[in-house]
């Protein structure tokens, strides 16, 4: 099983808008720029922390779906 072409447009919007807002964040956050290009803040890495939430709770309810469409096939 495999994320659907859906899935996958869904995480690379997410993936474009998270990249494009830390961007924007960086460029006015003083923790950001104090702490260099490769550390950020606490609210950029809650950001980071839910998109990749978001993505593992994406892959349980595509799993969860292909799922109940197998048991609809067998039936």
Known sequence: MTWTPAD???????AYVLLREI???RER?????VAGSA???R???RAIRE????AQLRALL???TWLAREEE???
């Open 43 to 45: 609210r950029v890495d």
């Open 8 to 14: 996958r447009a869904e995480a690379d919007v997410l």
């Open 23 to 25: 961007a924007k964040h």
């Open 51 to 54: 998109a990749l939430e978001w």
């Open 73 to 75: 096939t067998a039936a």
């Open 29 to 33: 956050c003083a923790d950001c720029a």
């Open 62 to 64: 595509t799993r969860a």
């Open 39 to 41: 550390i950020y803040c």
